[in-house]
T-cell receptor
Framework: DAGVIQSPRHEVTEMGQEVTLRCKPI?????LFWYRQTMMRGLELLIY????????DSGMPEDRFSAKMPNASFSTLKIQPSEPRDSAVYFC????????????FGPGTRLLVL | ELKVEQNPLFLSMQEGKNYTIYCNYS?????LYWYRQDPGKSLESLFV?????AVKQEGRLMASLDTKARLSTLHITAAVHDLSATYFC???????????FGTGTSLTVIP
């Protein structure tokens, strides 16, 4: 299996621009998670989906952030407009509701907002 | 909300020494996960502990779970430099698939 796939791996943008991060979960997994990691705040859960439905978005910082999962194999996290404080590494993870339910993480997108 | 605390946050140890990282969580959880993160990399699953008394070992690392004490430990035996990384524990409160992560323990093994 290819594992969780994220794109882009690196993104540099200017304040005010729209940023879209993409994630393809492991085939067969029905849960998908978006995390943000910074030195100051550590690893934060932003939102997660079960069977393509958003279950908990309480971690989404503000209305500038939105996430969608139109089908079982694709999800996006959008920031509009972006701000310098959004600079972080964004991870997508997926898991299966059966078995050990381990979350498998993608390689992350390193975002820098200037 | 489930709270997960790890200690120590930073650990510097000499090669060949033993040490233990502790992971405490605040509410009932039967599942505990350990991850490793190398600098600039993603999180890699190390261990999955699914019941009270569970013990898993891989090389110089051994993880255990005591659900009654709400405590998991990651024991390092005869540390080597390759073990230098940040280690996270995560608890699943049995209310869905959401994990609650600890703050991580940054381990540096000094030759």
């Amino acid at each position: 299996d290819a594992g969780v796939i994220q794109s882009p791996r690196h993104e540099v943008t200017e304040m005010g621009q729209e940023v879209t991060l993409r994630c393809k979960p492991i085939s067969g997994h029905n849960s998908l998670f978006w995390y943000r990691q910074t030195m100051m705040r550590g690893l934060e859960l932003l939102i997660y989906f079960n069977n393509n439905v958003p279950i908990d978005d309480s971690g989404m910082p503000e209305d500038r952030f939105s996430a969608k999962m139109p089908n079982a194999s694709f999800s996006t996290l959008k920031i509009q407009p972006s701000e310098p404080r959004d600079s972080a590494v964004y991870f997508c993870a997926s898991s299966s509701s059966g078995g050990a339910q381990t979350q498998y993480f993608g390689p992350g997108t390193r975002l820098l907002v200037l | 909300e489930l709270k997960v605390e790890q200690n120590p946050l930073f650990l510097s140890m000499q090669e060949g020494k033993n040490y233990t990282i502790y992971c405490n969580y605040s509410t009932t959880s039967d599942r505990l996960y350990w991850y490793r993160q190398d600098p600039g990399k993603s999180l890699e699953s190390l261990f999955v502990l699914l019941s009270n008394g569970a013990v898993k070992q891989e090389g110089r690392l051994m993880a255990s779970l005591d659900t009654k004490a709400r405590l998991s430990t990651l024991h390092i035996t005869a540390a080597v430099h390759d073990l230098s990384a940040t280690y996270f524990c995560a608890a699943d409160p049995n209310t869905g698939n959401q994990f609650y992560f600890g703050t991580g323990t940054s381990l540096t093994v000094i030759p």
